[in-house]
């Protein structure tokens, strides 16, 4: 099932490969942020199914976004370079996945989670 | 000379050791004739000394001969038996002087007293240094005249060393604390009193017994940690170490490194903990920071992987002729990397607009005339830097192959503006990429990788409008987005 999904990446290519992915897998993106305003934004007005979320944004932690998103009930999920070690304790039980992955890794994870 | 041997039952009366040498002596050789022609006031002296456990020897006369009992000998050393009848002057050269005025303060009816008296005396064939109490009276005689000095002599020596030796040891102690920053500190057997901390600066100085010491320096959180670590070290009897955060002077908290050792009496008692604690705040610092910086750098490196994995995944993206493609995703790596040098010798912290211009666009110009870069000059958070200096490098190298120096004579200005569209909106940079001169320019049947990442990928970079414009005369690119975001460095 096609999903609209929000990306919250700050790395141009990285965020560009995301789009890419998940095209190929037949979702849609519905937004793409690159900064915590913007993604704070974007967090609140979004009509998504699922978002992913870079930890660090330009050195701002995205956790904010992810309290938008609990609040607003859209599921997420975490893609960082830092790994599990970089999660606050309030987001522990979220899904990791660990920069670089492949497209196979991200797939798994929107299915645990979607 | 007579050679006179009394018999013990004769004067002087037992008298050990000495008061047999002394029944034997040839008195009548010496200043006080023969032993049973002595005065009666000599007579009775040399009986009570004899009979004296403690060091006494009469100097008689006025030459001051001297005459002693068995605990004067053992003080006397090898100078024994030969002092025994001499003159004082005589048998002690080398303290002639100090002993003449002994005998002229005596034989005038003075006494004489001295407390740990230094002298250097030869008993035993060379120097050495002696230490005595010394206590001098006149000894009257028949007739109620002085005749004679009594001294009493106690040597103190040991005492006297041992006495220095702890001195020392005290100001080598004193001077080790003044000269180590350590904080040194005493406490007794069960930690539960803190007798005195001395530091030089580094903690406040607990001057009297402290029975708050725990609260004063060691934060609540940290104090169970603590007393787990003294506990241990007291049950087994092993000097305490541990490192825990302190509080400083002026109310900062540092870290300590402290260290205790017990000391312990004969029967293995403890009696108090003597110890030593270092600053060790600005290790721990360093040691945090370049934990932190670890952290950092391994996400740098996980990032730049993924970048690397993004743009060959983007590169090779329906790509047909792989040598070319090949070729661009060498380019773009070696641009990303550029890029990167670009930022390190920033530290990091900010790129001059400049700067990423320069670097990512004038490699690929063959002729400095064919290129323009104009602008003031504007300082770019490090991604942003990144983003943009990669989508200058694709309009550069495009510009090369396709563009306007693909020919002879075709040139390219960037130039760049800040405005505010309005008085109080905030600042906007506008940059403008413009090609001249090249192959006429018509609208791309597929939009390839160097386009989106511009597009899409730098105005969501730059949260501004980014347009690839494909005009005849030639390619423009135009940049549009708030100055603010970039100029606080976020």
């Known amino acids: ?114 | 000379m007579s050679e006179v041997e009394r018999p013990a039952d004769a004067f002087p009366y037992g008298g050990g050791a000495l008061g047999a040498l002394i029944r034997a002596f040839d008195w009548a050789s010496t200043s006080l004739g023969p032993i049973d022609r002595w005065p009666a006031a000599l007579r009775s002296v040399t009986s009570t000394l004899l009979l004296s456990p403690v060091p006494i020897v009469l100097l008689w006369g006025e030459d001051g001969i001297m005459l002693y009992n068995d605990a004067y000998s053992v003080f006397a050393g090898g100078r024994h038996p030969q002092l025994l009848g001499s003159k004082v002057r005589e048998g002690w050269p080398e303290v002639a002087d100090f002993n003449d005025n002994v005998m002229k303060v005596g034989l005038a009816g003075g006494v004489l007293s001295y407390k740990n008296q230094e002298l250097t005396l030869y008993r035993h064939g060379y120097g050495e240094q002696v230490w005595m109490n010394l206590d001098y009276s006149p000894v009257l005689d028949d007739a109620g005249a002085p005749a004679g000095v009594i001294a009493i002599v106690v040597e103190t020596s040991e005492t006297v060393i041992a006495e220095r030796r702890v001195r020392d040891s005290e100001a080598r102690f004193a001077a080790l604390v003044n000269a180590t920053s350590d904080a040194v500190y005493r406490m007794n057997p069960d930690w539960s009193e803190m007798s005195a901390l001395d530091s030089q600066g580094f903690l406040v100085n607990t001057e009297a017994p402290s029975t708050t010491w725990m609260d004063d320096y060691i934060l609540p959180e940290d104090q169970p940690h603590v007393r787990e670590a003294i506990e241990a070290a007291i049950r087994e009897r092993r000097p305490f170490q541990f490192e825990h955060r302190v509080r400083g002077v002026n109310g900062s908290v540092g870290w300590t490194e402290s260290r205790a050792v017990p000391l312990m009496d004969a029967g293995g008692e403890i009696l108090e903990w003597f110890g030593a604690a270092s600053d060790v705040t600005e290790r721990r610092r360093a040691e945090e920071h370049l934990r932190l910086i670890i952290n950092e750098l391994n996400h740098r490196v996980k990032n730049n992987l993924a970048m690397t994995q993004a743009i060959a995944a983007q590169t090779f993206r329906g790509t047909e002729d792989v040598g070319e493609a090949q070729q661009r995703f060498t380019a773009r790596l070696v641009a990303l990397a550029q890029a990167n040098d670009l930022l390190t010798g920033e530290r990091w912290a900010a790129a001059s607009l400049r700067g990423v211009l320069e670097q990512a666009v004038r490699p690929h110009c063959g002729e400095q005339a064919r290129l323009t870069i104009e602008g003031p000059d504007v300082q770019l958070s490090p991604k942003t830097a990144l983003a943009l200096s990669l989508a200058m490098h694709e309009l550069a190298t495009n510009a090369l192959k396709y563009g306007a120096w693909s020919g002879e004579t075709g040139g390219v200005a960037v130039t760049w503006h800040t405005y505010r569209p309005e008085n109080d909106e905030p600042e906007r940079l506008h940059i403008e990429w413009r090609e001249q001169g090249g192959p006429a320019v018509s609208q791309p049947a597929r939009r390839g990788f160097g386009s989106r990442l511009i597009e899409r990928g730098l105005s969501a970079e730059m949260g501004g409008d980014v347009k690839m414009l494909f005009e005849p005369a030639g390619l423009a690119c135009v940049i549009d987005a708030p100055l603010t975001l970039y100029r606080s460095g976020e």
């Open chain 1, 1 to 114: 099932m096609p999903l609209r999904i929000l990306v919250v990446e700050d790395e141009m290519t990285i965020a560009l490969l995301m789009e890419d992915m998940l095209t190929d897998m037949g979702h849609e993106v519905a937004g793409l942020a690159m900064r915590l305003p913007q993604a704070l934004a974007l967090a609140e007005t979004v009509e998504a199914d699922l978002a992913i979320l870079d930890v660090n944004l330009d050195g701002r932690m995205s956790f904010p976004v992810a309290d938008i998103l609990r609040r607003r009930g859209v599921p997420f999920i975490f893609a960082t370079g830092y790994g599990s070690a970089g999660i606050d304790a309030p987001y522990l039980d979220v899904k990791v996945i660990k920069k670089p992955f492949l497209t196979d890794d991200l797939a798994v994870a929107i299915r645990t989670v979607a």
